[in-house]
Nanobody
């Protein structure tokens, strides 16, 4: 139902920057929310940042002031600008979109992109 194209992961040194991009397409034309989760080895998947269609934005405390999320609702794309990266930001980052169908929210996930921050 939803296909994803994720890009922008890679290896960067501490203090560096990366920009993640995600384009969602398929049978669903619009989404209630778009965002990014991450999962480090042996950790649970955690929400990093999310933007709702109305403009409300959430950031995890650990990334506030360093990461910026933006979205183009018309194109169903979401970006995550990551600055001042730290080794603890190392994880697989997953694009996530939420569609509301008949009043029920559904989560859809991208395939993930690796972000590695070296010290």
């Amino acid at each position: 139902q939803v296909q994803f194209v994720e890009s922008g992961g890679g290896l960067v040194r501490q203090g560096g920057s990366l920009r993640l991009s995600c384009a969602a397409s398929g049978s669903i034309s619009s989404f209630f929310a778009m965002g990014w989760f991450r999962q480090a080895p042996e950790n649970e998947r955690e929400l990093v940042a999310r933007i709702r269609s109305g403009g409300n934005i959430y950031y995890a405390d650990s990334v506030k002031g360093r990461f910026t999320i933006s979205a183009d609702n018309a194109k169903n794309t979401v970006h995550l600008q990551m600055n001042s990266l730290k080794p603890e930001d190392t994880a697989v980052y997953y694009c996530n979109v939420v569609a509301v169908i008949s009043g029920i929210p559904y989560d859809y996930w991208g395939q993930g992109t690796q972000v590695t921050v070296s010290s």
